[in-house]
Structure formats: structure tokens, C-alpha cells
């Protein structure tokens, strides 16, 4: 028994609160008070009229403890009890029980945790020590021999009742929810991790400015607290999530087409998710997914972002054309380039524009395009030019008389006899070689040529013009059958065979029967036996009289249709006749007063006074003589920047004139030769001896 007075004595010193314990069916008396008490949970009560008392413990008569001031006076009632306040027929069993108490009343928990309660019977004697316990909400909180499960959250009353004798004590239970789903990143302090109410981190360890640690599972203890409660600290689980690096995307990245990735350097700890040997693309801005991973990925996120590479246009490295050749003449265009070549100026001509012939490598631009992701390139490239081969025209109409020399027979341009000493031989159809050499940038071209060969003619009359210092001198003759030759200077088709080709030996003019021709610096003239006056050369000045002065003829037309004429001569750069009737008439080049006007006169006009009848007339080089029909000699020339045109005062008369260069010749009656200078004013014939 004094065991069990010390246990309860130690059960009363830690801080428990010894609950009622009570008896469900036996009466108690309190023998001071005389009142018959009842258990209950917390208190014990009498009838209306009985003692009631809120203490907390109760005892059994023999020891008589109350707490008088709780106590209320009832009407007494009288019993039939025994001097220790038990009925007299229930003394003889009754153990001597003191009460029942428990190690808490009241418990904060966490769901899914468990705490085990003892309770503990205090009395004497002998008596059943075994307790049974049981749960008012097992939803929330189920118990097993004291050992308490929790479930849910929620409030429930654990009670616990000795068995013999019958007594009871409860505890509180509050069962509240253990915060779950607590989520932080890594780096961030537990500030950031919201509780529910009623919880705090607990401090100071797990303080709210305490780091949630590495990403993973982390525990850190936290206080419930709930007035009127004890508080409770639980371990908590954080679950901690990697922390995304706050990094910058990679920007400013320039590439050319067709490198690939392994050419786009990133920033350290960048890399691309793309196989690296993956072309950039096409030139333009192209996206392409990049990651960075942290040196603690532990702890740290890879981010993936998209990273912007602007590609621009590469320079290509094509192979240079070789072995590019051409004719002389052709142009670039028929010069074929490879795939992607072209000419920079394809209709331009090789070798043209080369001083000293451009056979050989000449050098001209081409351009290289491939496609919009490459540059285009101009490169020099190197064309061979070879030397052409003309397709000249064999000169055709050849003709020679016999005793010449191929050297006498002028040929067009660019064309030579094989051998120019070679006799052209009998008259007939010869054949030649000659060779056309068009330049260095030819090749020779050598053909036959057709020679007609005519027996030397019989001459009758032969006219030679004034030699001129810048083209020379041409020579017209009449032949015996009155068919016009010429040979000498040509250049303005003055000989009259169609070509401007010089002459160095007679050829065929024109069949006919001419009776005179006249020679001027540059053009001729001729009169037919029917007084008909042709003309044929140059005609810049007009002196061909054919109402121009712009075109030249290279042979021989009638000038005027309307008239006839029996003489004519041709001066340097003008023409006069006489007509039938024996007027005078002028025309060509008036900058000298040859014509009696100063301008240029591009048809035959009458010399104005002038009413005697001419015979002949005859043209120096700027100026001219008549004889008319009584053989007086007029000379027309310039004095003083007038027109002078008069008789000469000489009592000869004469029969033929001639005007030369600036010399003038003429013969009497009597056959005596007379001659003077145009140039000396107011001179004389004189006599020649």
C-alpha cells in the first residue's frame, strides 16, 4: 500500500491535473456535509437541495477533503447510514479506491503521429488495476491500450475507466493538419514558404530568414500554437525546387551562310541544342534553341531559350575559268563561261580597242552569282583572242593593158599581189594570186584573182589636172575609138571607174565618142560628140554642176541635159564652157572672183557682161581666159577685191589658149606662142622667142 500511495504522490508532483474520478452506481455521503454525492465527469452534484462541489477530486468518508467554499447547504436528509457513511449493507465489500488520474488532459498532435497516455488507479486494498480506453471520434483519433493513433484533424475525448471498481478520467485530444505541399526554390529563406495559420517556423534555429537549403527534401521545425493549448513543434518537409539561373540570352550573334554552328561561339556555359555541325540556314534572321547549364546543377535549372542568329550573305570561292578562248571580232557572248559566269559586258568586242593588234590574252571582267545567300564576285578573267579569218571580196572588173606589170594594177584595200612584178601578159582573161591582209589581227587570205588584159590603146587627146601637194595628180586620155581612160589619183573617184581606188596604169573609163575631157583639182569633165557635158568626182564646192555640193560621183553622168556646149575646162576647184551659141558659163568655188560672184555656185550660170560670142575658155587654178570668135583673148580675174573681167588691148589675134596653174599660154595667126602671169596686176602677153 505505501507503494502505491508513493506513485501516486509522484504522479501529483510533475505537472498533471488529476481528473475526477468517479463511481456510475454507488451512492457517496459526506459525513461533515451529510449529503449523498454523485460522479460526474468533472464535478460531482446532489439533488436540487444536495451539496454541489466543482472540485476536481473526490474521496471516499474516511477521508473527509473538500473545499467548503464550493460547497452549497441543501435541506438535510436523513439516511440510514453507518458511522463511516457507507450504507450498511455495501461496507462489508468496498475496497479502499482513492482515485484515477492520467499523464495529460490535453494533447496538440499532428495527424499521423501518435503519443501514448498512462493512466493510473490510486486506492488500498485489493481491487481490478485494469483500464480500458476508448475514443468519442475515431475519425479523428482511435486508441489502443492507451496508445493514441490520429487520423484526420479535428477534436476528440479520449476516456479512460478502471474496471472494479468503476471509475473514469478523459483527456482532450486536438488533431490538426500537418502542412503539406510546402514548395520553395533554392536560395530563397523560409520567409517565402507560407504556413497555415496558427504555424511558425520556430526559432531562432529555423528562423524565418533561414535558408531552405539544397533543391530536394528539407525538414525544418515548426510551432502549432492554440490558446489554452500547449504548443507543439513538428518537423516539417519543404520540398525544395532547383532555382532558374537569371541569366541573359545570348545575343549579337553573326554568321555567314553556310558555316554551321560550331562557328557561332557562345557565352561560357551556353551550348546548342542542335548538333553543331547543323548549317546556319538562309541569310536572314534564323532562331535556334541554346542552353545553359549552371555549374551546380544540383541546385541550378538548365534553361532552354531560343537564340537569334543573324546570317548574312557569304563571299563564294568558285573556281576561276581557264582556258577561255575567242576569235578576233567576235564578242564576249560567244565566249561560253561555266554555271554562274557571266560577262560584265557581254556585247563588247575582243580586241577591240588594242593599239597594236589584239591577238593574245586580254583580260575582261565577269561576274559570279550563285544564288540571295551568296555575294556576287567580279573577277578578271583571261581570253585567248586568235587572229580571224576574213572572208574579204575577190575584187572582180580587174583589168590591164598589155606591157604592164601586176605592180600598175591598183587593187582594193587591204588586198596585194603575190608578186607585183610578175607581166600581166597577152591580152585576155589572166589569173593572179594576191593575198588580203586585213591586219595583225588577221589571218591572210590568199585568192585568185581575174585579170582582163587589153592591148595598149591609141591615144588621141591626153589631159593632166594640177598636181596637188595632198592627193596628187589624175590623167584623162581619149582613145582612138573616143572611150575615155584614166589613171593617177583617185581618192574622189575623179578617174571615173566606180571606185576610189589610185591607178597606176590606164584603165577603161567609159566607152563612147567623147571628143574632149578636162581635168580639175579634183574632178573631171568631158563633152561627147554631141555637145552633152558630163562630170564626175568631187563636188564639195559645187564644181561638179549638178545643183549640190554634197554629193561626189566616182563615174561619169550627163550634168546638163537642157544645153550643149563646144568647150570646157575644169580649174582647181571650178568649171566653165561655152555653149553652142557661144555664151560663157561658170560654177564651183567663188571665194575667187572666177565666176563673177563670191559665193559657191552649184549649176552653170552665165558670166554676167558678157555678150560676146566665146569660141573656147580655158581655167587656170583661180582663175580663167576666153577667145572669143574675132580672136580677142578675156581674161577674168581678181583686182583689189573686185571682179575683173576684160579684153586684153592687143592687136594680134589668136587662134588657141591656155590657162596653167597661174600661167597662161596662148598662140596668133601667125604661130607665134605667147604667155603671162595671172598674178602680176595688169601684165601682158609676151612674146616667146
Not at 468496498?94 to 492520467?102: H, N
Not at 591580152?427 to 581575174?450: D, E, H, Q, R, S
Not at 551659141?581 to 549649176?603: D, R
Amino acid at each position: 500500500m505505501k507503494l502505491i500511495k508513493y506513485l501516486a504522490f509522484l504522479v501529483l508532483v510533475i505537472p498533471v491535473l488529476v481528473l475526477t474520478a468517479c463511481s456510475y452506481n454507488h451512492k457517496y455521503y459526506d459525513e461533515d456535509m451529510g449529503s449523498k454525492l454523485y460522479g460526474s465527469e468533472n464535478n460531482h452534484y446532489s439533488n436540487e437541495d444536495y451539496k454541489y462541489c466543482d472540485i476536481g477530486t473526490y474521496y471516499t468518508s474516511y477521508e473527509p477533503e473538500y473545499n467548503a467554499n464550493d460547497c452549497y447547504e441543501g435541506e438535510e436528509e436523513e439516511d440510514d447510514v453507518g458511522s463511516d457513511g457507507y450504507e450498511k449493507d455495501e461496507m462489508e465489500d468496498l475496497a479502499r479506491i482513492t482515485g484515477i488520474v492520467i499523464n495529460r488532459t490535453n494533447y496538440l498532435l499532428v495527424v499521423g503521429s501518435s503519443v501514448v497516455l498512462i493512466a493510473t488507479i490510486i486506492g488500498e486494498g485489493d481491487f481490478d488495476n485494469s483500464i480500458t480506453w476508448q475514443s468519442d471520434n475515431q475519425s479523428v483519433v482511435t486508441v489502443n491500450g492507451g496508445i493514441i493513433s490520429t487520423h484526420s484533424s479535428g477534436i476528440a475525448t479520449i476516456i479512460a475507466t478502471s474496471t472494479n471498481p468503476e471509475f473514469f478520467i478523459t483527456a482532450s485530444i486536438h488533431v490538426v493538419a500537418e502542412p503539406n505541399n510546402l514548395v520553395a526554390t533554392f536560395g530563397d529563406t523560409l520567409s517565402t514558404v507560407n504556413l497555415p495559420i496558427g504555424w511558425s517556423w520556430q526559432h531562432p534555429s529555423n528562423s524565418a530568414n533561414a535558408l531552405v537549403g539544397s533543391a530536394g527534401q528539407n525538414q525544418f521545425y515548426a510551432t502549432y500554437n492554440r490558446s489554452g493549448w500547449n504548443p507543439i513543434a513538428h518537423l516539417l518537409n519543404v520540398t525544395v525546387n532547383k532555382a532558374t539561373p537569371n541569366v541573359n540570352t545570348p545575343t549579337g550573334i553573326v554568321m555567314t551562310y553556310s558555316q554551321t554552328l560550331k562557328h557561332a561561339l557562345l557565352p561560357v556555359r551556353w551550348s546548342w541544342n542542335d548538333s553543331i555541325e547543323t548549317p546556319v540556314g538562309s541569310v536572314g534572321l534564323n532562331h535556334f534553341f541554346a542552353t545553359y547549364a549552371p555549374t551546380n546543377t544540383a541546385n541550378w535549372n538548365t534553361i532552354t531559350r531560343p537564340v537569334l542568329v543573324k546570317v548574312n550573305r557569304a563571299t563564294p570561292q568558285p573556281e576561276m575559268p581557264t582556258g577561255l578562248e575567242a576569235i578576233f571580232g567576235q564578242t564576249l557572248q560567244d565566249v561560253i563561261l561555266p554555271d554562274g559566269w557571266t560577262w560584265n559586258n557581254a556585247t563588247t568586242t575582243v580586241g577591240s580597242g588594242v593599239v597594236g593588234g589584239a591577238v593574245g590574252n586580254r583580260n575582261f571582267l565577269a561576274t559570279y552569282t550563285r544564288n540571295a545567300n551568296w555575294y556576287t564576285i567580279s573577277r578578271t578573267l583571261t581570253v585567248y583572242v586568235h587572229r580571224a579569218t576574213p572572208t574579204p571580196a575577190i575584187p572582180t572588173g580587174v583589168t590591164a593593158v598589155e606591157g604592164f606589170t601586176l605592180s600598175a594594177i591598183s587593187l582594193p584595200r587591204n588586198w596585194s599581189w603575190n608578186v607585183p612584178s610578175t607581166s600581166v601578159g597577152l591580152a585576155g582573161l589572166n589569173t593572179f594570186y594576191a593575198t588580203y591582209n586585213a591586219g595583225n589581227n588577221w589571218n591572210n587570205v590568199v585568192k585568185p584573182i581575174t585579170v582582163t588584159v587589153e592591148e595598149m590603146p591609141t591615144f588621141t587627146k591626153v589631159v593632166t589636172g594640177e598636181h596637188l601637194l595632198t592627193t596628187g595628180v589624175h590623167t584623162l586620155a581619149i582613145d582612138e575609138n573616143g572611150s575615155i581612160w584614166g589613171w593617177g589619183a583617185n581618192n574622189r573617184g575623179q578617174i571615173g571607174d566606180g571606185s576610189t581606188t589610185n591607178r597606176n596604169m590606164p584603165v577603161r573609163v567609159i566607152d563612147g565618142n567623147f571628143t574632149y575631157v578636162a581635168v580639175g583639182g579634183q574632178h573631171s569633165l568631158a563633152l561627147d560628140k554631141d555637145g552633152r557635158l558630163w562630170s564626175w568626182g568631187g563636188n564639195s564646192l559645187g564644181q561638179l554642176g549638178t545643183g549640190n555640193n554634197v554629193v561626189d560621183r566616182h563615174i561619169p553622168d550627163i550634168m546638163v541635159r537642157w544645153r550643149t556646149f563646144k568647150s570646157i575646162s575644169a580649174g582647181n576647184n571650178h568649171s566653165v564652157a561655152v555653149c553652142t551659141e557661144g555664151g560663157l558659163f561658170a560654177w564651183g568655188l567663188g571665194m575667187h572672183p572666177q565666176i563673177g560672184s563670191n559665193a559657191i555656185v552649184v549649176s552653170p550660170v552665165r558670166v554676167p557682161n558678157t555678150d560676146t560670142t566665146f569660141v573656147t575658155v580655158s581655167a587656170g587654178r583661180s582663175h580663167k581666159i576666153a577667145l572669143d570668135i574675132d580672136g580677142n583673148i578675156w581674161v577674168m580675174q581678181h583686182r583689189d577685191f573686185t571682179i575683173a573681167f576684160s579684153q586684153l588691148n592687143l592687136s594680134n589675134q589668136f587662134t588657141t589658149i591656155s590657162a596653167r596653174g597661174n600661167q597662161n599660154f596662148a598662140t596668133d595667126t601667125e604661130g607665134n606662142m605667147w604667155s603671162w602671169e595671172n598674178n602680176i596686176a595688169n601684165q601682158l602677153p609676151v612674146l616667146l622667142a
